[in-house]
């Protein structure tokens, strides 16, 4: 493949319009939540609205939208990293951009665990208790007091340059570390009532603990965000225009290497995927997290994030719908994953298994579409042998849902995710006006190899 030099824009009106939608959902998300534990018994639809928009609960749509948006902190830690990289040539300021790759990795620990609810009995495992059985829980918070001295530490070092986005990354940090504070005193409030077996949490601080986890993760996708625009800004400080309102990061790969490096995040996520098909209980209900969801739900998400940077790139004959309806869809599949919606009973009606039948065949005859439509659209033959496989096992993880399911969509998706890349190195892309008012998010400018 060609080498190919990426450019992304970001300008802050972007970022505070962003912010603002953010920012709603989170309220959205915090109401539901409410909602759920206060509102008197509603009928069956109502309340499953409710359930889906509950915080507190496992598998919903609210908790896959908290962990999605851990895994954006994740990603955009990424880009953080490539800026410093290409911004800095001393090998001590080089060194220390892999802190960025450090908050990636915590990051993505913690979006896995926010499908997966391994906090809550971590303690307890064998792993954690290895110099006694009362020592896995201090262990764990010593754990989380070096992860929280590191991310101190380095934001102090790196991000105090760019003034906010040390601010909000300050706050987002003291807010997750209030998490074990409030869950110890839950703890002392439940031993202290006068019947323990009658303790119901009070929703003040239900919301308080739910809302300190999603506003912190709001805070450093901010914080990360701010940071990108500042070294962006940095870096191109002598070719900035005084009369554009955005900052380019411009990043040049060959096909090969980029291509090698997803391959080995994939087969990282499929490493991990193993170890939790064979090595922890799985379980469909509701109310217990199923970390197996993250993985297909995790990779749809970062292949519908793929698709949009296609939609607004790609030159206008190279199929625009197409691209944003592949995003869409990819975005559904993961909140369906990440959520659990495709083993609810909610499916099961009156009438038999009719209404799960239709979606199921819908979806499935969606993905049809979407696969002829890359098919004709791509010229090179491994990105549509890896679109047809895509279809093939991804049909099949619908029509077979109890069987399987999360396997056959990761490995669909990854394959999606490898063949939208390959897409990248060999579709002709949009030219833009470097002075327009109204900046793209995402731009590609090709480059000759070298």
């Not at 109502?46 to 609960?57: C, D, F, Q, T």
């Not at 225009?241 to 955005?246: A, E, G, I, L």
């Not at 696969?371 to 077979?400: E, H, M, N, P, Q």
Request: glycine share 6%; with cysteine.
């Amino acid at each position: 493949m060609q080498e190919r030099i990426l450019t992304l824009r970001l300008s802050i009106a972007t970022l505070r319009f962003y912010l603002g939608v953010l920012l709603v959902t989170n309220l959205a998300v915090l109401l539901g939540t409410w909602a759920a534990h206060t509102l008197p018994e509603q009928r069956y639809s109502i309340r499953m609205v409710l359930h889906l928009l509950n915080l507190a609960k496992e598998n919903t749509v609210a908790t896959w939208y908290s962990s999605m948006l851990l895994l954006s902190v994740a990603l955009m830690s990424v880009v953080c990293f490539l800026a410093d990289w290409q911004r800095f040539s001393q090998w001590r300021e080089r060194v220390l951009s892999y802190g960025w790759l450090g908050f990636s990795l915590i990051f993505t620990v913690l979006s896995f665990d926010e499908i997966g609810s391994f906090h809550e009995t971590i303690g307890d495992t064998e792993v954690m208790n290895t110099f006694g059985s009362n020592t896995g829980w201090n262990a764990f918070y010593g754990v989380i007091a070096l992860v929280g001295l590191f991310m101190l530490a380095f934001s102090i070092l790196r991000l105090a340059r760019s003034g906010w986005a040390a601010a909000f990354a300050v706050v987002g940090l003291l807010l997750f570390l209030s998490n074990p504070l409030q869950e110890n005193y839950e703890v002392s409030a439940y031993r202290a009532a006068p019947d323990p077996s009658l303790w119901v949490r009070p929703i003040w601080l239900l919301l308080l603990e739910e809302g300190s986890e999603i506003i912190a993760s709001t805070c450093f996708l901010f914080a990360t965000t701010r940071y990108a625009v500042y070294s962006l800004k940095e870096q191109n400080q002598p070719k900035q225009q005084p009369h554009t309102s955005h900052s380019s990061l411009t990043l040049s790969f060959s096909g090969n290497s980029f291509f090698s490096y997803l391959l080995a995040a994939i087969a990282a996520l499929a490493a991990g995927f193993a170890a939790v098909a064979f090595g922890l209980d799985e379980t469909m209900e509701r109310d217990q997290g199923i970390p197996a969801n993250w993985f297909p739900s995790g990779v749809a998400f970062v292949a519908a994030l793929v698709s949009f940077y296609l939609h607004y790139t790609v030159t206008p004959g190279y199929h625009l719908s197409l691209q944003l309806m592949l995003a869409l869809f990819s975005f559904a599949l993961s909140l369906v994953y990440g959520s659990n919606l495709y083993a609810y009973s909610v499916w099961e009606t009156s009438i038999g298994h009719l209404p799960a039948i239709i979606i199921t065949y819908t979806a499935v005859a969606a993905a049809a579409g979407l696969c002829y439509g890359l098919v004709s659209a791509t010229k090179d033959s491994w990105s549509r042998a890896l679109v047809i496989t895509w279809f093939i096992l991804l049909a099949a993880a619908l029509v077979f849902y109890k069987a399987y399911t999360q396997e056959l969509a990761f490995v669909a998706f990854a394959c999606l995710l490898l063949a939208l890349v390959r897409d990248l190195y060999h579709t002709p892309l949009r030219a833009r006006n470097e002075g327009a008012t109204k900046p793209t998010y995402a731009e590609e400018q090709a480059s000759p190899a070298t």
